[in-house]
């Protein structure tokens, strides 16, 4: 258990609809990076959050944003959704700020969306 | 852009067998990671490097920075080990992320 814990497990919705995606970051981690899985494109990197603030921007889509509130747990929100959108979304958390690759990062067991 | 590749795709060996993964990139990084992803699909961190050479138990993990070039070595192999070994990347400077490979995936037979 990473202590990275994201809800829903699974999400079945239809094209055109609007999720969030939630996670909560390790204890006392400031930074959660969401990525997306799909079989065709693997794993991107979509966004990374510190201390509630945008730090660095992936291949994030407009029709994607996310946030982090105070209590540092963050939100994905996926908006007009398209049968391509269908892919596992990862959260994980670390302790570092910035945009930086040079610390661990803990992953959550992620969320499965399916668009239909 | 950073582009990662992985070598080999599928790999399968008989339990006890040595494996070695690798992974190329072509611009310099400041780090890379490798990453263990299950049947399940959680993801495990296995290793952070930005130079040498780091063991874990069974597995090691070296980095060749000037030939941009890591491995992911395990000795002793367990039908355990079975998973989607991930190998990504930092480059530094710029604000955007890591870059993954496609990833090997790896039976161990027993």
């Known amino acids: 258990d990473s202590g990275v814990t994201q809800t829903p497990k699974h999400l079945i919705t239809a094209t055109g609809q609007r999720v969030t995606l939630r996670c909560s970051p390790r204890s006392g981690d400031l930074s959660v990076y969401w990525y997306q899985q799909s079989l065709d494109q693997g794993l991107q990197f979509l966004i990374q959050y510190y201390n509630g603030e945008e730090r660095a921007k992936g291949n994030i889509l407009e029709r994607f944003s996310a946030q982090q509130f105070p209590d540092l747990h963050s939100e994905l929100n996926l908006s007009s959704l398209e049968l391509g959108d269908s892919a596992l979304y990862f959260c994980a958390s670390s302790a570092y700020q910035g945009a930086r690759g040079d610390n661990e990062q803990f992953f959550g067991p992620g969320t499965r969306l399916t668009v239909l | 852009k950073n582009e990662v590749e992985q070598s080999p795709q599928n790999l399968t060996a008989q339990e006890g067998e040595f494996i070695t993964i690798n992974c190329s990139y072509s611009v310099g990084i400041s780090a890379l990671h490798w990453l263990q992803q299950h049947p399940g699909g959680g993801i495990v961190s296995l290793f952070m490097?930005?130079?040498g050479k780091k063991k874990h138990g069974r597995l090691i993990a070296t980095i060749n920075i000037q030939e941009k070039h890591s491995s992911l070595h395990i000795t002793a192999s367990h039908p355990r080990d079975s998973a989607v070994y991930i190998c990504?990347?930092?480059?530094?400077?710029?604000?955007?992320?890591?870059?993954f490979g496609k990833g090997t995936h790896l039976i161990i037979q027993p």
């Open positions: 490097l930005s130079s």
């Open positions: 990504a990347v930092f480059s530094g400077g710029g604000a955007d992320g890591l870059t």
